[in-house]
């Protein structure tokens, strides 16, 4: 069964920078996942934040991030990250990463199979 653990979640004040990790466990395939990170805030729908290809040469990030967010992996630990600079308020909300074999143009949630369990953002004003 695959697993995906998300950690580095908290309360921060805008402008303030964070960093989330995921770490996949029993996810054989996991040099070859696109991996992603979606959020979700109360009563909205769960949303595309950023993807990274399998190589971690490309990359896709929702408008509402582009040049404030940035995600890696290191495929010897199995690990994705999102570092996220100049937060704002619209930032907050639970942050999941997802791992698919499919493309970082994948932006829907249905597309991707596999996810953690969410670690909590809140960036207050």
């Known amino acids: 069964q695959v697993q995906l653990e998300e950690s580095g979640g908290g309360l921060v004040q805008a402008g303030d920078s964070l960093s989330l990790s995921c770490v996949a466990t029993?996810?054989?395939?996991?040099?070859?996942?696109?991996l992603g990170w979606f959020r979700q805030a109360p009563g909205r729908e769960r949303e595309f934040v950023a993807a990274?290809?399998?190589?971690?040469?490309?990359?896709n990030y929702d408008d509402s991030v582009k040049g404030r967010f940035t995600i890696s992996r290191d495929n010897a630990k199995k690990a994705v990250y999102l570092h996220m600079n100049c937060l704002k308020p619209d930032d907050t909300g639970v942050y999941y990463c997802a791992a698919a074999a499919g493309t970082i143009w994948y932006t829907t949630p249905e597309r991707w199979p596999y996810w953690g369990q969410g670690t909590q953002v809140t960036v207050s004003s």
């Open positions: 990274i290809s399998w190589s971690g040469t490309s990359f």
């Open positions: 029993s996810l054989r395939t996991f040099t070859t996942e696109v």
